[in-house]
């Protein structure tokens, strides 16, 4: 089970709204989207308390995905205090975004 939560439209400023939050647009379809499952799932778990941690179907949730221009996926957002302080656009080291989020908490 994934311990990254869904995200919608409905909860979507419960997430990212406030605090830091990593946000993975993601779809059931893409490969490279489930290979970055296990990595989402693992800096939820390592990040856990500190940061929410979310996945957006763009297939579910479109008004999202083009509220914050998602026009490649897997695209990964860092929100700080309701804002995009980070990007990465598509299969992205683990490492790397670890550091954005170390560098939104610093």
Do not use: H
């Amino acid at each position: 089970m994934s311990s990254a939560q869904d995200v919608t439209s409905a909860n979507f400023d419960s997430v990212a709204g406030a605090g830091i939050a990593l946000v993975d647009f993601w779809a059931e379809w893409c490969g490279p989207c489930r290979m970055m499952g296990p990595v989402i799932d693992d800096l939820a778990k390592d990040y856990q308390g500190k940061v929410a941690v979310g996945k957006i179907n763009v297939d579910n949730e479109q008004d999202l995905a083009r509220k914050f221009d998602v026009q490649s996926i897997p695209t990964l957002l860092v929100f700080k205090e309701g804002s995009v302080s980070a990007r990465f656009v598509g299969v992205t080291a683990k490492g790397e975004l670890a550091k954005a989020l170390d560098k939104a908490l610093a």
